[in-house]
């Protein structure tokens, strides 16, 4: 293997990288990206100078550190300086998160942070409020804690989703562990070495350490087709990926990683032996667009097809080349592996993967039970002796008395904690034992019901948008829960006793996978949002745009016809799926109506 690698080093010096290789004209970012050493130029000499914040060079560099600088709009004092501050991401696959690295980031966040810490929809922990001289401080003590926030953003692979519920049964532990191996497996090599000597000084005992089985498929990295022509960085290059990339595990019919919005869906089965047998594959899912760009589009991910799990990260890694191959590397809004899926097809996406990527037979899909989005609120019995309670987090904000009465729970018990997509946050390892003491602690900090939120909240997502998120155009965590009661007075005041899965964004980037709700709201302006309908309630099918630009003043008015026309319909059929079934005129018709009314 040493010699192979000899030479391919020698072909990579004198090789043009994939990009310009198949025709591409690199763009200046591209080009940023190769100059930077591996990451590492300019944030390293910005680091610990005497500035308040980074320039936007080093800034590019840091979200593959997993950190956004951010401004707080509602503290700018005029003709003064901007109030910086760091948002920092962790990389938990699966949404696993220790006790000890919990604590520590609790610690953090009062010490360092603004004393909150945030359930993302990828399962991993935010931190906000963070300044420029501490950010060394939290990610060394996170790393120390044996955590870490490398590729949590960037044009790289992202945090690998998987069923939160830490059920002891041999699917659930299948995706649980298949997904800890490909966070392994697509992590950066050289990269990794730049994030240790950034933030612990180089110590590279805290280097990733992926299982046996993934260190020799790490080796086919070094393969024709799958190399990127770069020893340092065999699977990535020295440009990374045009843009992110997500990917998701789960089990045959559990929804709760929004399996179709991934850049790679995979639903593992396993056998009567309990082991792994292959996996369904689903690509080239994305969320993001941009208003008034046709070109922009969210897409649900397409079916590839079925695949052995002997060869199955062979498979990720192939599409994951594919992609940095051939994903447009010159219009980064145009760089997702959805619009290349889109633009050049399907079956050329097939073609191109078996002719120079991945050599073995990709099957029919295997036959899977419906969707389902299940949240695991409430206690669940996680084995014989064992149980865990999920506990609901609206927008996922952990804050205040509850913060630190949870701490205190977690501390006590020493719980693990898993972190749901769905922004809840899940105490594990209960003992049988522990049980009664922990409900009996969870009531006396008024969670006593945990299984039972309202209604609209269960399932309820929003973006933090504003005031710190620099896209952000309006409001939506902070609206949420005013939106929600205004919903549901509607609801009740026509006697519908029915939820409705209602996402909220604060720009059109899609953070909370608006665009796979029954009900979305997508920021277009002050106080004003896109309309969005017609998604499922099992996160199966893309709602549509019906308004561009409705007022939240008007919420009630818009509303109130559709809910209506949903009350008449027949059966239990949910709002998204009558929505779909009476068609785009009719609610074109409906919602005519409103522009009507007095």
Known sequence: MEKEKQNLNAKSENSLSPCIANGQDRSKFEQFKADSDYLLEPLGSELNNESNHFTNDAV???????????????????????????????????????????????????????????VTTRQAFQMHGIRKDSLKTVINTIVKSMGSTLAACGDINRNVMAPAAPFNKSN??????LANDIADLLSPKKAEETYLELWVDGDLSYK???????????????????????????????????????CAVTVPGDNSVDLLTQDIGLVAFTNSKHLLEGCNVYIGGGMGRTHNNEKTFAQAAQPLGYVPIHHIFDLV??????????GDRKLRKHSRMKYLIHDQGIDWFKKKLKSKYFTHKIYNLKKEPPFKLEDYLGWHKQSKNLYFVGIPLLSGRLKGKLKEDLSKLIKKYQLEIRLTPNQDI????????????????????????????????RHALACPALPLCGLA?????????????????????????????????????????????????????LDTYQLWLGGSPNLERLAKPYLQRMPLASLEKVLRPLFLSWKTSKGTISF???????????????????EQAP
């Open 208 to 246: 990733i350490t992926p299982s046996k089985k993934v260190k020799e498929i790490r080796k086919n990295q070094f393969k024709s087709g799958v190399f990127s022509g770069d020893i340092r960085e065999p699977l990535y290059g020295s440009t990374y990926l045009p843009r992110k990339f997500k």
């Open 317 to 326: 890694q192939s599409i994951l080349a594919l992609q940095r191959d051939y």
């Open 473 to 525: 155009i309006t409001e939506a965590e902070r609206t949420l829960p005013e939106v929600l009661e205004r919903v549901q007075g509607e609801l009740s005041e026509l006697n519908i006793d029915k939820s409705i899965l209602i996402r909220m964004t604060g720009c059109p980037n899609g953070c909370s996978r608006p665009y796979m709700a029954e009900l979305a709201l997508v920021g277009s302006g």
């Open 172 to 177: 659930y532990q299948n995706a649980r562990n």
């Open 426 to 457: 899940l105490l594990c390892n209960i003992g049988a034992y522990q049980r009664l003491s922990i409900k009996r602690e969870l009531e006396d900090v008024g969670i006593s019901s945990p299984g039972s939120p309202k209604q609209l909240e």
């Open 576 to 594: 998204g799926d009558h929505l779909h079934e009476i068609g785009d005129q009719a609610i074109y018709d409906l919602l005519s109506e409103t």
């Open 60 to 118: 590019q560099l840091l979200k593959f550190h997993g950190s956004y600088q951010q401004d707080n709009r509602e503290t700018r004092v005029k003709g003064a300086d901007k109030d910086w501050q760091m948002m920092l991401r962790l990389r938990s696959p699966g949404g696993y998160i220790s006790s000890k690295l919990f604590l520590a980031l609790n610690k953090l966040s009062n010490e360092l942070g603004n004393k909150t810490l945030r």
